[in-house]
């Protein structure tokens, strides 16, 4: 599946909860519909340790998932080493999060750890479930 965007409620609620969650991190993986990322399934009990926040994703090999999504503590959202590891195994849509979780402080990696463009889509969707 081709990944068009981001639904924009999902891309705010990434964002607060980052922003709550810091200075802990937060991470979970990213789901979508049609093409459009509209759902995030954060991970219980994720830790404040950068390294346990990725490993706990590679813990999930049985969820569907298009790509991840984990914040940083810091104004830097360059990908680690643990980080492009992860990315290797999941999707290929990589969602950093940093300081000061606002609209601009978010970067989009593919699974080789490459800028990619992620459009922000606006419109309200309907939940069929
Ligand atoms: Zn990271």
């Known amino acids: 599946m081709r990944i068009k965007g981001i639904a924009s409620d999902t891309l705010i ?3 607060e909860t980052s922003k709550s969650t810091a200075p802990q991190e937060f ?23 950068e390294q346990n926040a990725v490993i706990k994703l ?5 969820v569907k998932a298009v790509g991840s ?4 503590p810091g104004p830097n959202h360059e990908p680690s080493q643990a980080d492009l590891h992860m990315f290797s ?5 990589h969602i ?24 922000v889509i606006d419109e309200k969707f309907e939940d069929f479930e």
């Open 13 to 15: 609620f990434i964002l």
């Open 27 to 49: 991470a979970g993986l990213l789901q979508e519909k049609d093409g459009i990322i509209t759902e995030v399934l954060i991970l219980p009990g994720t830790e404040s340790s």
């Open 58 to 62: 590679f813990m999930m090999p049985n």
């Open 69 to 72: 999504i984990h914040s940083h």
């Open 89 to 93: 195994k999941t999707g290929n849509c």
């Open 96 to 119: 950093i999060v940093g300081y000061p979780y606002d609209r601009q402080s978010w970067t989009c990696y593919d699974t080789e750890g490459n800028v990619r463009e992620l459009q």
